[in-house]
Each structure stands twice: as structure tokens, then as C-alpha cells.
């Protein structure tokens, strides 16, 4: 008697550390279903919060936008013969002078020779052909008038900005600060040095030397300036007049000449549209494989769908969390393959359980011989589809690194929901039904399993 009460007693404490565990998890769900849907006003603050869909970075094709193509070749000034570099180096630059006012855009190397500029969410598409439509050369000379040596050129810059500071020690004015490259620092320590001995002002042309619309800026240089950097102010009444001056000037950085190909502005109507009607799809794709797997495995099915809610809030955190992920259709059928591989994988954990309950194993056995043979072929099938996304993500175009991303972040999650969240789900369930087939669907046994003994003889444990 003592016995059973102790078992009793054993199993009692078993059935609430599971009612505890799912009460938790539970709890996690909803909260992690309420920050990933809802929107809301932080009190006290003048903040307000956007729930995980809310925040994703959506693509041009869902957003709507403006997209543009540069053909490539090497600027007359360019201190380079590489063009492969060179149109890299410009990447990186139009990257610098696009994503400091639009940080969702993004720029792309697009064949042998092409630059693919894609900016979503854009309101006043004037405003960008202005900053990236026609980049103009960059000089600084002595002199003024058609015949003015240029000193510096714009590949000699390495990075221009806004800044508010002090100017030599003074009040802090509006400005933007200059930093040059290596050999670039060197010319320009002589070019300031040239300017204080000879009492003469340094010209910066944004444009050809002498063309009808080219911009200048005079500075006044009382001393060599060896730092590698300088701070240009004295015109500047505002922040976005220094802003401009300096997007300007490091539109003329670029290594090479950009002639434009092509530009189109896309509305975002199209891209609402289809993402509506993929969410919605989605929606109803997802409560059709709930009932499926209910109907198929019982309560197991039951904690499968649990499990497919807790790896599409996982999916919905981490698609706003990492900041280079933009959502486009694409990336939409990325998610939607691993939403399909995250339950394919699901299928065949409880396929084992089946066969091996067919077999004549108990359920817990049939449980835990099912997760130990499904193991490898989930993690073999996952492991050669997250390399093939990373190979599409490395070596693919635009659109083709978005189905990636979202791919490889799908087939990630769906492995942690089928091999360690569902894991723990069927085990905290055992103490409540360790002998129930037909909860769980399960087929009729064909023979008896026998599990197997020990026996002592002659000292020896023989199995």
C-alpha cells in the first residue's frame, strides 16, 4: 500500500510540473501573439510600441517605391584601372549617401556592370532622382575660372557628414565634416598648406570645372590641415542645409560614371494587395493543417498546432529583429516553404510514433523511439536546404536573397519547434495518457512487443 501511494503520489507531482509548464508556455504564447499583432501607446512615455508584423521592413514590390539601374563605367578621375572594384567601391558609397535619409533602401550589384538602386515606402520620388538621378564630379583647386587645377578629386574622400560642433573653438555652428582617405589626407594637408602661404582660398566644384551647373563652395584656410579630416562651416543656417551640402558632396565620390538605364516608380497598391491576400491565405492554410493534424494524430496533433503558433511568433519576432531582412513576395513564398517543412517534419516525428506503437511498444516507448529515428532524416533534410539558402542568399539577385533569408530563418525555427519544442510538449502530456491509443489515433497493435528483461545467473546480467 505504502508503494502505491508512493507512486501515487510520485506521478501527482509528474501531472502538475506539467500543467505548470504548459500554463507557462501558454502564457509566453498569447503574450508573444499579443506584442506580435497589437499596437499600443507606452504610458507615461511619448512612445508607441508596434507590434513584431507591424515592424517588418517590407520590399519594393510590397511597399512600393522607386527603382533604379546604373550602367557602370570608370569616371575620368577614377585612381583606379579595376572596374570590378571600382563599381564595389561605388556600391558602398551609394549605400552611405542613400541609407542615411532612407534606411530601408537598398543597393545591389546587378550583373558584370550594373548598379540596382531600390528605395520602398518612398512619398516625394524627386527627392531621391535628385540625390542618386545625375551624381556629379567632385574637385578642390586653388583657383577659380576653366583653366583651375583639380588638387583633390572625389575619390580622395572617404566619408562626409552633417555635423553640429565647434568651429576652431568657437560657438558650435551647422557644418559638415570631411574625412579623407590615406592619400587623400596627404594632398589635401598640401593643398591647405599651398593656401595658407599663399593667402588664397580653396574652391570645391560639386560638377565639371567651368560648367554652366556646377556648384562651388569658397573656404577660407589660414594654416595646413594634416588630420586627415575637416570641418566646413560659416554658410550653413540649418542642419538639413548642411545635410544636403554634404550628400552632395559625396554623391561626387562615386569611382565610376553612372548612366541611367532605366528608373520606375511602383505603387504600393499592388504589393498591399498581395499581401492582404497572403495573409490571409496564409491565415486559412494554417487552420486547415491544424484541424489535418488534429484529425490525423489526436491531442498530438492538438500540441503540434500549439507548436506551429509559438514558431510563427518566433518567425514574426526574428523577421523584425534582424535589420537586414525585407519582406517581399518572394520572401512570403520562403515562409510559406518553411512553414511547409516545419510540419512535414511534424509528420514524420508522429509517423515513427505510429509505427512504432503498431509494433507493440507502449506509447511512452513508441514516443521516445519515434523522436530518436526521426531525428536524422529532419535534421539531413533541413541541413542541405539551409545550404542551399545560404548559396542563393551569397550568390542570388535581390529578389532571390529574400525568399532566401526568410527560408533560412523558417527552416531554422521549424528544427527548434519540431526537434525541441514539440519534444517537451509530448513528454509533459505522458503523465496524462500513457496508454490511450485512441486519443491519439493511434493504429491497432499487429503483435506484442516485449520489452526486455534481465536476468541474473551466475553472477552475470544477461539480457
Known amino acids: 500500500m505504502a508503494e502505491k501511494r508512493t507512486k501515487k503520489g510520485s506521478m501527482s507531482r509528474v501531472k502538475k510540473n506539467s500543467i505548470i509548464n504548459y500554463v507557462a508556455v501558454a502564457i509566453l504564447t498569447v503574450i508573444g501573439i499579443f506584442l506580435s499583432v497589437c499596437s499600443f501607446d507606452i504610458p507615461y512615455t511619448t512612445y508607441t510600441?508596434?507590434?513584431?508584423?507591424s515592424s517588418i521592413s517590407l520590399g519594393l514590390d510590397l511597399a512600393g517605391g522607386i527603382s533604379v539601374v546604373y550602367d557602370c563605367t570608370l569616371s575620368t578621375d577614377s585612381n583606379t584601372q579595376d572596374l570590378d572594384n571600382a563599381i564595389d567601391a561605388t556600391v558602398t558609397r551609394l549605400t552611405s549617401v542613400i541609407t542615411k535619409e532612407y534606411s530601408e533602401a537598398t543597393i545591389t550589384r546587378q550583373g558584370n556592370s550594373r548598379i540596382r538602386i531600390e528605395v520602398p515606402s518612398v512619398t516625394d520620388s524627386d527627392k531621391i532622382f535628385d540625390l542618386i538621378g545625375d551624381p556629379t564630379p567632385l574637385y578642390m583647386a586653388l583657383t577659380d575660372g576653366d583653366d583651375a587645377e583639380a588638387r583633390i578629386v572625389g575619390t580622395d574622400i572617404n566619408n562626409v557628414r552633417a555635423v553640429y560642433q565647434r568651429?576652431?573653438?568657437?560657438?558650435y555652428e551647422y557644418g559638415v565634416n570631411v574625412e579623407f582617405t590615406k592619400s587623400g589626407a596627404s594632398k589635401f594637408a598640401s593643398l591647405t598648406a599651398d593656401a595658407a602661404n599663399g593667402d588664397k582660398k580653396i574652391y570645391i566644384f560639386i560638377g565639371e570645372i567651368g560648367g554652366e551647373n556646377t556648384q562651388k563652395l569658397t573656404l577660407n584656410c589660414e594654416q595646413e590641415i594634416s588630420g586627415g579630416s575637416t570641418f566646413?562651416?560659416?554658410?550653413?543656417e540649418t542642419f538639413e542645409e548642411a545635410e544636403e551640402y554634404a550628400l552632395q558632396i559625396m554623391s561626387g565620390t562615386f569611382n565610376v560614371s553612372l548612366e541611367l538605364l532605366e528608373s520606375s516608380v511602383i505603387s504600393a497598391t499592388l504589393g498591399a494587395k498581395a499581401l492582404k491576400l497572403a495573409i490571409i491565405g496564409g491565415f486559412v492554410g494554417l487552420l486547415l493543417i491544424m484541424l489535418v493534424l488534429w484529425l490525423r494524430y489526436g491531442d498530438f496533433g492538438f500540441l503540434a498546432s500549439f507548436a506551429l503558433v509559438i514558431y510563427m511568433v518566433l518567425m514574426l519576432f526574428f523577421l523584425q529583429a534582424i535589420p537586414f531582412v525585407q519582406l517581399t513576395l518572394?520572401?512570403?513564398?520562403g515562409i510559406i516553404l518553411s512553414i511547409g517543412?516545419?510540419?512535414d517534419g511534424t509528420v514524420i516525428i508522429f509517423e515513427r510514433f505510429r509505427e512504432e506503437y503498431r509494433s507493440g511498444k507502449k506509447i511512452p516507448l513508441s514516443v521516445k523511439t519515434g523522436f530518436k529515428r526521426a531525428f536524422w532524416p529532419i535534421f539531413d533534410s533541413n541541413i542541405t536546404t539551409i545550404i542551399t539558402a545560404l548559396v542563393l542568399y551569397i550568390l542570388g539577385t535581390a529578389s532571390i536573397k529574400g525568399f532566401a533569408i526568410t527560408l533560412l530563418i523558417g527552416i531554422i525555427l521549424s528544427m527548434l519547434m519540431n526537434l525541441v519544442i514539440l519534444r517537451f510538449l509530448v513528454k509533459w502530456y505522458l503523465p496524462f495518457n500513457s496508454v490511450k491509443g485512441k486519443k491519439l489515433h493511434l493504429p491497432k497493435q499487429t503483435r506484442t512487443f516485449k520489452e526486455p528483461q534481465t536476468v541474473v545467473t551466475g553472477g552475470e546480467a544477461n539480457e
Open 232 to 236: 566646413i562651416s560659416g554658410s550653413f
Open 167 to 171: 568651429a576652431d573653438g568657437g560657438d
Open 330 to 333: 518572394p520572401g512570403l513564398a
Open 341 to 343: 517543412m516545419a510540419v
Open 49 to 53: 510600441y508596434n507590434g513584431f508584423a
